[in-house]
């Protein structure tokens, strides 16, 4: 079946430091893959996505690329600032959309 | 424009009470989605309409858990005999029209705030 694991938090960084959340799949066929942000006291927000094999998402800093050799998708921001504390999810959508969420990784961000 | 709305944002009930969730998606989306997310976890997918249709229901925890959106924009969920394990928070999302494969699943999901809801 589909599935998604995402590396276990909570993540503590300094600010500016680099981050990097490590996400991997399985999953039958040519998912898409997405970040999604969960802001404190906020919903769900999609961060970026990538629909096929190589392609880069990116967005406010933060980029992943698609690695299908490597069923990967880390997420990774070059230097991390206070407001991106929150958590962050990594999913895969197939057959009409439906999402496979990983568990989530808290990141939290000190001054 | 308006993002998909939930209400109620809150929800405490009795063990045993039956309770309703309603879900306004963004206007024009075709596609709902109902998920639960438990503390400290990803959400889990419950159920997904596309229009009035409900093409998936497999993701219901069990029999008490029923969902309809009879006209294909407001959908509703509902839990009846509601038990502890009910807790969570209960997340709705919308998208548009599904463009090329439908296996594909390229569409961006839309998600409203949650209702949460305490079952005590």
């Known amino acids: 079946g589909n599935s998604v694991t995402q590396m276990e938090g909570p993540v503590t960084l300094s600010e500016e430091a680099f981050l990097t959340i490590n996400c991997t799949y399985t999953a039958t066929g040519y998912p898409s893959l997405f970040w999604y942000v969960q802001y404190p006291g906020e919903g769900l927000q999609l961060l970026l996505k990538a629909t096929k094999a190589d392609d880069k998402g990116s967005n406010k800093g933060f980029e992943a690329t698609y690695r299908k050799e490597t069923t990967s998708f880390h997420l990774e921001k070059g230097s991390v600032q206070v407001s991106d504390s929150a958590v962050y999810f990594c999913?895969?959508?197939?057959?009409?959309?439906?999402?496979?969420f990983g568990a989530g990784t808290i990141l939290r961000v000190k001054s | 424009g308006a993002g998909v709305s939930q209400s109620p944002r809150y929800k405490v009930a009795k063990r045993g009470q039956d309770v309703a969730l309603r879900c306004d998606p963004i206007s024009g989306h075709v596609s709902l989605f109902w998920y639960q997310q438990a503390l400290g976890q990803g959400p889990e997918f419950l159920t997904y309409?596309?229009?009035?249709?409900?093409?998936?229901k497999s993701g219901l925890p069990s029999d008490r858990f029923f969902a309809e959106r009879p006209e294909g924009s407001v959908s509703t969920l509902k839990i009846q005999r509601t038990q502890q394990e009910d807790s969570a928070v209960y997340l709705c999302?919308?998208?548009?029209?599904?463009?090329?494969?439908?296996?594909?699943?390229?569409?961006?999901?839309?998600f409203g705030p949650g209702t949460r809801l305490l079952v005590l």
């Open positions: 309409f596309q229009n009035e249709a409900q093409l998936d």
């Open positions: 999913a895969l959508s197939r057959y009409g959309n439906t999402l496979v």
């Open positions: 999302a919308s998208s548009p029209p599904v463009r090329g494969s439908f296996r594909e699943g390229r569409e961006t999901q839309y």
